[in-house]
Nanobody
Framework: QVQFVESGGGLVQPGGSLRLSCAVS????????MAWFRQTPGKLHEAVAT???????EYKDSVQGRFTISRDVTKNTLYLQMNNLKPEDTAVYYC?????????WGQGTQVTVSS
C-alpha cells in the first residue's frame, strides 16, 4: 500500500521558491514524527527537516532559515516550503515517517535549481 505521495517539485532559478506536498495515507498521521528527505545520484537519503506531532521542528544546517516544514492533519498532508533555493538543493525530495519505513519510500518529486 502506498503511504506517501510527493508532489510540487520543478525547475526553479536560484533564489526562487517551491512548496512541496506529501499526501499521507496513514490513519496515525497526527501521531507520528514525519520528515522530508532528499537524495542525489549515488548518495543515500538525507534528512532535511523533521516535524513532531506537537509541532517541534528540526532542520539540516544548510537549509535552516530557508525551509519550513509543516503538517495539516485535516488534509493528511505534510508540506515543505523552500525559499531562497540554491543549486545545491537540487535533488529528489521524499517524505517518510521517523524512524524511516524502508518499504514506504514513494516516487519522490524532483527539485532542480538552475539558471
Amino acid at each position: 500500500q502506498v503511504q506517501f505521495v510527493e508532489s510540487g517539485g520543478g525547475l526553479v532559478q536560484p533564489g526562487g521558491s517551491l512548496r512541496l506536498s506529501c499526501a499521507v495515507s496513514r490513519t496515525d498521521f497526527s501521531r507520528i514524527i514525519m520528515a522530508w528527505f532528499r537524495q542525489t545520484p549515488g548518495k543515500l537519503h538525507e534528512a532535511v527537516a523533521t516535524h513532531t506531532p506537537d509541532g517541534q521542528t528540526e532542520y539540516k544546517d544548510s537549509v535552516q532559515g530557508r525551509f519550513t516544514i509543516s503538517r495539516d492533519v485535516t488534509k493528511n498532508t505534510l508540506y515543505l516550503q523552500m525559499n531562497n533555493l540554491k543549486p545545491e538543493d537540487t535533488a529528489v525530495y521524499y517524505c517518510n515517517v521517523v524512524p524511516v519505513s524502508r518499504s514506504a519510500w514513494g516516487q519522490g518529486t524532483q527539485v532542480t535549481v538552475s539558471s
